[in-house]
């Protein structure tokens, strides 16, 4: 009897403790008054599913985080690759610009070597090499002034290249002739005087002021000196022959104009750097298109168009 009493007791007390446990589960069956309070275990049972599933939530994002700063990474990696390949794109182009300016001016060696084989001038002109003195000596105080070694390093070297080819071509020309044109005297007058005038600018007047004077004077001289061989134009249309243009001399122009038009927008940001530079690289694709579209043509007829002219 006593041990039934305890049972009877022992069940009764596990069923209190029940339904105080999980008061949630008595009341979900029954429909909750509009206004009706909110039982306190109900909504702690209620915000620990909103934790469960925002911590769901919260996992998901996180491994689309993952994903998406994986494809941003490797975005940022393509864009840095890119960006450091252009940089040695530009360096490269400011180590090989100073070189093909010197091959441009080493140009002529062959010529000069066979005035002083020969000891005559023929018919060429003077005005290449006294314009190559005028023109490098410009550029190269213009780089002193602007403090880039890169311009007046090579237009120093080519500068004394000039006076060689001057000095070797006049001591074997007539004092003048059509074909210089003028005189010997003349070119060496106005290769001093702009020397002299180039160094009156660079010394009497401000840093900057000088160094824009001289770069427009530059440009302009460049300009003529990259579009000088376009002056046969007339006789190439006229004869179907492209023999008056030098073409090692237009394609070493036109990579020396490429690699200066980049180094002068891209990484120097001067005006004056990349605007002849890209006037001449027109006109040196110009010239090359000419060359391999007629080539050197009729020798009879370039022959009989000289004699005519």
Not at 211 to 233: K, M, T
Request: aromatic share 8%; net charge positive.
């Amino acid at each position: 009897m006593r041990t039934c009493i305890t049972l009877l007791t022992t069940a009764l007390l596990l069923g209190a403790s029940a339904t105080t446990a999980f008061p949630a589960r008595a009341s979900s069956s029954r429909a909750m008054p509009k206004n009706a309070p909110v039982n306190a275990d109900v909504a702690g049972g209620l915000g620990q599913d909103r934790r469960q599933l925002s911590s769901k939530e919260i996992g998901a994002a996180f491994g689309l985080g993952l994903r998406g700063g994986a494809v941003e990474s490797v975005a940022a990696a393509s864009s840095s690759t890119s960006l450091s390949a252009g940089i040695g794109l530009v360096e490269a182009c400011g180590l090989a610009a100073p070189i093909a300016s010197i091959f441009v001016s080493l140009s002529p060696f062959p010529t000069v070597q066979k005035i002083l084989r020969e000891k005559s001038v023929g018919d060429l002109p003077v005005l290449p090499y006294s314009s190559l003195v005028a023109n490098c000596f410009i550029w190269m105080t213009y780089g002193i002034l602007k403090s880039e070694p890169k311009v007046w390093s090579c237009n120093s070297f080519s500068t004394i290249l000039g006076i060689y080819y001057l000095f070797s071509f006049a001591k074997h020309s007539p004092k003048a002739s059509p074909t210089l044109p003028g005189s010997i005297a003349m070119h060496f007058k106005a290769a001093i005087g702009t020397i002299l005038a180039t160094l009156a600018v660079a010394v009497g007047m401000p840093k900057v002021k000088a160094a824009n004077i001289l770069g427009s004077a530059g440009v302009g001289i460049c300009i003529a000196l990259f579009a000088s061989p376009l002056a046969a134009l007339k006789t190439v249309f006229k004869t179907k022959s492209a023999e008056a243009i030098p073409l090692p001399f237009a394609i070493a122009a036109t990579v020396n104009c490429v690699l200066w038009f980049i180094v002068g927008w891209i990484d120097m940001k001067d005006v004056n750097i990349w605007l002849p530079n890209g006037l001449g690289l027109l006109a040196g694709l110009f010239q090359i298109a000419l060359k391999l579209f007629y080539g050197d043509g009729d020798k009879l007829k370039l022959a009989e168009a000289k004699q005519a002219a």
